[in-house]
Each structure stands twice: as C-alpha cells, then as structure tokens.
C-alpha cells in the first residue's frame, strides 16, 4: 500500500512537472511571437531549442512548434545557410530521432510549408528537400521520403524543370500504387496536372487530374486538398474558354477555404471567379457577386481592380480598360491567369472596336481610326492586318498611302456548283432508266 502510494506521489510529481514546463515552453513561444525585434525572437526561440524537455512527450511537441517558427523566421531574414544548417546539425537530428516518426514527418513537412509561405524562397525550398530527402535515405524513412518527393517535384515545377519533376512523379507513382496509399497518390496526381498544364499539354492535365478526382473519391481528403482539386480544375476549364464550368469549380473551391479562413487563396478564388463572370459576357452581374453577404470581407484593391475591368467591358471601353490594367497593375499584371484572359478581352475589346469605327467607310485613313480609337497607328495598322488575314472583316491596306479600303463581304457565287449537282443527278436518273430498260429487255 505505502509502495503504491509513493508512485502515485512520484507520478503526480511528474505531471505537474510536466505541466510547469509546458507552460514555461509556451510562454517562451508567445514572447518571441510577439516580439518586434526579429534577433531578440531568434534569441528567444533558441532558448527553447536548448531547453531541457527531460523526455516529456508534449514538452517536445512544443519544441518542435519552435523549430518550425525559427526555420520560418531565418527565412524571413534571409538567412538561407543557417535555415539549411537547421536540418543538418546534430542537436537537430537527436531532437527528430527522438521523437515519434509521424511527428517528424509533421515537423519537416510544416517547416518547408512555412518556409514556401515566405516570397522569394524557391531555391532555399529545393535545398531543404534536397537535403531533407538525404537524411530519410540514411534514417530509412519512406514514409516521409516520398511526400518530400512529391514536395520537390512540385517546386521543381515552379523553377520551370518540368521534365526532371515528371520523370520523379512517374516513379512516385509506381512506388506508391504498390503500398495503395491513396492519400499521397491524390497529391501525386494534383502536382502533375499543374505540370502538365504548364507544358500546355492539356489532354495529361485533365487525366491526372480525373485520377487525383478518382483516388480522393474512394477516401476522405482534407477541405484544402479538395479545393486545390477545384481550383486545379477551373483553371483547366478556363483555358478551354468553358467559364461557365469554371466558375462552378472555382465557386466551390472559393467556398472550401472561406470556410477554413484561408482568407489569402479564397480571395485568388474570387478574382477568378468574377474574371469568368467578365468573360461570359455578364459584367453587370459582378457588384451583385461581390456585394454577397459572405464576399464582403475580401473588399479591398484587388476585388476594385475586378470591378473596375467589369465597368470598362460593360462600356465597352477599351481606354478605359487600359487604365484599369495600369492602375492596378500589382493586382491583375501579377497573376499569370488574370493576365492571359485580360489579354484576350482586350482584343476582343480592340476589334469590336475597330469593327463599329470602320464600319461606314469605303476607304478611311489609319490615322483618323487611330486617332478616334486613342491608340498608337502602328498598334492599330497590326491589328487591321491581323483582322483582315483571319477574315474578321474584308479590305485591303495601303501602307504608303496610310489608307484602309474597306470591301464589301464577297458574296460567293454558287451557280456552278448547282450547275454540277443537276448534272450528276441528271446521270443518276439516266443511270438508273438504263438499268431498268435492260430488266424490260431481258423479261421480252
């Protein structure tokens, strides 16, 4: 009795314990996240490296949180060595080794997320995978060897090496189809549809995306993989210039990470969204889409930079459309998708334009249609010519003269071709008299 009695004061020692250092970890961790001074937090966290955990479980959770956080915060300064030596150095490693391997994988996972999180970070990304791909070769751990694969991949793709991140996809894919962990091959199959859709080799985009679509349908996957899915999929629509479909994809998506406050990549969701409410010929629609109840809180320039492109169309100004690309230039140049589709309505813009300017002329001078239109001769001179070789109007440009001759569209003369018809059904219907002459004969 007095022996159990005295562990039961031991254990309870040890809890409380326990509990005062946690508490103590915690408050380490709140002070250099709220401090200003990015050194004096950098001190702070590596204090709490250097604490004694005494091999309490939740004690190294916590530890590992500020491992995390001060990988981030090195980046943030611009310290890419010391963030490399972060993973290298052997206090680091008996720290991962010493902890469980799903916490690991967690840890490293969560440092290169928040390092990608820091702009300008793509090389230092790769070298952490590189190097953190190393240490799971030597330590055996598959698990987390391939998802930091599938990680690489993806960064090779925004360094513009497609190839060399097919070629590992392609062997992730086999290695993983083998242990049929859907989870992996779902984001397998999500990073080589970007790939693909970045080499414009549309018809393998939308395969690996059905197959990610496919595997996440068999299991459950988290909110923010399947709106990656959605939103991975309205980008395809939208480039086959189906923004209807688009739309409905990027409206769910939208609402995915609404939901999980992922204020950041939802407000991407919009912007794409309201791009294909332009794009369907329903600018007026886009004040009624941002005035909802849940859209309100994204109000700010780039939600006025959507607006904005929605009033010039409405008007169809192009001028005015131009001054909307310039003055919110952060907003729209920035983003490779906006700007290809902005691209795109601008043309469109020029030529209906020039279509209703051109249209009570024979002959007109490019310099009075570029003087009414606000745009440069020689801009306005490509575009004619463009418009005449894809048969958008018909007329003929005299560059010395500076003149555009305007023809009525040809009316194309079928006379000859009806005169070929009623021969050959003229040879039928003798064919056919001759056929039936010579069953007459044979019966006689």
Known sequence: MEKMDVEDVKMNEEEEEEQSLIVEVKEMLSDAKNMDNKEEALKKLDEISQFDDKNYDQVKKWKGVSFVRKGVLLAKMGRTDQVLQLLKNEKSREFLESIPKARTAKIVRDLIVGVAEVPGTVELQEKLCVDSIKWCK????????????????????????????IALLRRLQREVKKIDDKQLLVEINLVESRVQFNLKNMPKAKAALTAARTNANSIYVQPSVQAEIDHQAGRLHSDERDYKTAYSYFFEAFEARNNMKDHENALKNLKYMLLCKIMMEKAHEVPATVGNKSMLVYAGKDVDAMKNVASAYKRRSLRDLEKTLEEYKDQL?????????????????????????????????????????????????????????????????????????????????RTFENGLKVVRNMGKVVSTLLRRADKLNSSV
């Open 138 to 165: 030597d330590q055996k751990r598959n698990f987390l060897r391939q998802r930091l694969e599938t990680r690489h991949a993806a960064v090779m793709r925004q360094l513009g090496r497609y190839d060399e991140s």
């Open 333 to 413: 140049a920035k983003d490779d998708l906006i700007k290809l589709h902005l691209n795109d309505l601008s043309e469109r813009l020029l030529e209906a334009n020039l279509c209703r300017i051109i249209e009570p002329y024979s002959r007109v001078e490019i310099a009075h249609v570029a003087n009414l239109i606000n745009l440069p001769i020689r801009r306005v001179e490509t575009k004619l010519s463009q418009m005449i070789l894809d048969k958008k109007f018909h007329g003929i440009l005299n560059q010395g003269k500076g003149e555009l001759l305007v023809q009525e569209p040809l009316v194309e003369d």
